[in-house]
């Protein structure tokens, strides 16, 4: 029955990293990223576990979280999750709760992988063992050079088959972008782009026709609309050119909003973002959610985190390979995933999800 292990202390800990340049989309601004990594002890191993969230959290995870979990079996992860669900029932579930058991629950399998000495992507059983990445960024702030080179390298440097940019802060301005973002990448690679909720139904669906019209076409439009509005995603769904894919589902933290979503039709391609939906079993079962309505799903952010995980969903189409988290990642991260020819692998000599946090390095962003 494999080894006899209980879940020991459950410790957290959060670290702010300045971006290398302000940030922003269409509808917030950011200058740093909080990274909080769980440490799960059991059976003489240490899993871990992060998200991208809050400091808040460090508190909420070492005391009722770990209440929850401590001393369950720790190959009984699915066990774990729901004790975890259930202690956080009076508080919301949703939001930096669920962001909370997301960490957890990613330390709790990265734990149960190396107790069974195997790579996740192996415990959990793969359909591929390869994710297709696509580049993101191209922030609002960025200089039209910044913005040309930093897509263009993704292309060509990292062999991206396609590449996301920020739109909506100033929409006069975005056909100019991107124009400019097309003449860098070439007229072969996929250009998407996130309003990140910035546009109303109909603004959006005129930006939509002009854009598949003019350079090279546009075939990915996310949160052309509010995600909340389900209503004007699927009528941008319905009514926006044929090759152009409508996507959302960032905010998702609890299944019944990715049912509902798919429920009203409003996406072509669905996105899950494992360290706030709850996390591996979170993003599972989306996964299935998305398979039982013949809709793709696509990982948000977090790349290292979701790497193993996306091995094991059968309808996967990319990874988001998202600037911020990638510069965190392999700077804090050994084992973090580098890209070869548009895709990551899992390391499959690495037990678990194959990271250790660097924490020397980490010590110098500590909260
Ligand atoms: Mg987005």
Redesign the pocket.
């Known amino acids: 029955m494999g080894p006899d292990a209980r879940i020991g202390r459950i410790e957290a800990a959060a670290y702010v990293i300045p971006t290398d340049a302000p940030e922003a989309?269409g509808t917030y601004a950011w200058d740093r990223t909080t990274l909080v990594v769980v440490d799960a002890a059991g059976g003489g191993r240490q899993g871990i576990g992060y998200t991208y969230a809050d400091a808040s959290l460090v508190p909420l995870i070492q005391g009722l979280l770990g209440k929850a979990v401590e001393g369950r079996d720790a190959l009984d992860v699915p066990g774990a999750w729901q004790a975890m669900m259930r202690a956080v029932r009076n508080l919301g579930r949703d939001g930096l709760c669920a962001t909370a058991v997301s960490a957890v629950d990613a330390a709790l399998w990265d734990l149960k992988a190396k107790l069974l000495d195997l790579p996740l992507a192996a415990l959990l059983g793969t359909v591929r063992r390869e994710i297709p990445i696509y580049g993101s960024g191209g922030f609002t702030t960025y200089s039209d050079d910044r913005l040309r080179e930093q897509l263009g390298d993704w292309v060509r440097r990292d062999g991206c088959r396609w590449v996301k940019m920020k739109i909506g802060t100033d929409p006069a301005r975005d056909p100019q972008r991107i124009a400019a973002a097309r003449e860098a990448i070439g007229p072969d690679a996929g250009l998407f782009i996130?309003a990140?909720g910035a546009f109303g139904r109909k603004q959006a669906l005129d930006f939509a026709e002009r854009v598949a019209a003019e350079h090279g076409g546009v075939s990915w439009f996310?949160?052309p609309v509010s995600s909340d509005d389900l209503d004007g995603l699927r009528l941008m769904r319905d009514r926006a050119p044929a090759r152009m894919d409508i996507a959302a589902g960032?905010y998702g933290y609890d299944l019944d909003y990715f049912r509902r979503m798919l429920a009203a039709g409003a996406v072509d391609v669905m996105?899950a973002d494992a360290s706030r939906c709850g996390g591996v079993t979170g993003f599972l079962k989306v996964g299935v959610l998305c398979e039982a309505h013949h809709v793709d799903l696509s990982g948000?952010c977090a790349p290292a985190l979701h790497l193993h995980a996306a091995c094991a969903v059968p309808r996967f189409r990319h990874l988001e390979w998202f600037h911020d988290h990638v510069r965190i990642e392999r700077m804090l991260f050994d084992g973090a995933p580098d890209p070869r020819d548009g895709a990551i692998r899992p390391d499959l000599s690495r037990p678990g999800l194959g990271l250790e946090l660097k924490r020397q390095d980490a010590e110098r962003f500590a909260a």
Request: net charge negative; hydrophobic share 0%.
């Open positions: 989309d996130d990140n996310e949160e960032e996105q948000h």
